[in-house]
């Protein structure tokens, strides 16, 4: 069974603190995601990355930052958080084959005061 | 870039009745269309695609077709059973990268 997990699974952050969120995919898949879901605006990508080292930046980038130490961690980071950026945050990781489907962590909620 | 638009945001139907969600998108180069499903409370999971080379996809109880000259794609529920409620995301993606842009969202209620 796919897994992949997130931490922590509920943040608390105040506003210009740094917040740190992991996600760790035991699948052994290339690709892995990073994604915000907003009522009214589905899931968007925030940053991606094909492998261990890399990261691309996705559809709504400012704020975030990525890391991908390994094959199985990928972290999001918010070096300085906003109000805007309270959402639920969910991690998902794919092969590298087209279209391969995508298994996704449990979510992490973030409130920013 | 790619732009996904799910037409419903809420439908309700019947419990027996047939469900159907609506999807457009803008790259004619997107050639991958998978549906995700999220219960409430809870992560999303894979429900079903669709390749471009194929016009019609159907598992059990699920179909998905896809019109390439308006864009369009849509998933078939039928037979709608309780446990069908939830909320339904499309997504289209154009390359071997399977980077997705996803809709907004419906909301499916099937009712007793």
């Known amino acids: 069974e796919a897994a992949v997990t997130q931490s922590p699974r509920n943040k608390v952050a105040v506003t210009g603190g740094k917040v740190t969120l992991s996600c760790n995919q035991t699948?052994?898949?290339?690709?892995m995601y990073w994604y915000r879901q907003d009522t009214g605006h589905g899931l968007r990508l925030i940053h991606y990355s094909y492998g261990a080292g890399s990261t691309e930046k996705g559809d709504i980038p400012d704020g975030y930052k990525a890391s991908r130490p390994s094959q199985e961690n990928f972290s999001l980071i918010l070096e300085l958080a906003t109000p805007s950026q309270t959402s639920v945050y969910f991690c998902?990781?794919?092969?590298?084959?087209?279209?391969?489907?995508?298994?996704f962590g449990p979510g992490t909620r973030l409130t920013v005061l | 870039g790619e732009k996904v638009e799910q037409h419903e945001s809420t439908l309700s139907v019947r419990e027996g009745d047939s469900a159907v969600i609506n999807c457009t998108y803008t790259d004619t180069a997107s050639s991958y269309f998978p549906w995700y499903k999220q219960e409430a409370g809870k992560s999303l999971h894979f429900v079903i695609d669709i390749r471009s080379n194929v016009d019609r996809k159907q598992s059990q109880r699920l179909i998905v077709l896809l019109d390439k000259k308006a864009k369009r794609f849509s998933l078939h529920i039928t037979a709608t059973q309780p446990e069908d409620s939830a909320i339904y995301f499309c997504a289209a993606s154009k390359n071997a990268g399977a980077k997705l842009t996803f809709g907004g969202g419906t909301r499916l209620t099937v009712r007793p």
């Open positions: 998902a990781s794919g092969g590298r084959d087209r279209g391969l489907e995508q298994y």
């Open positions: 699948n052994n898949h290339n690709n």
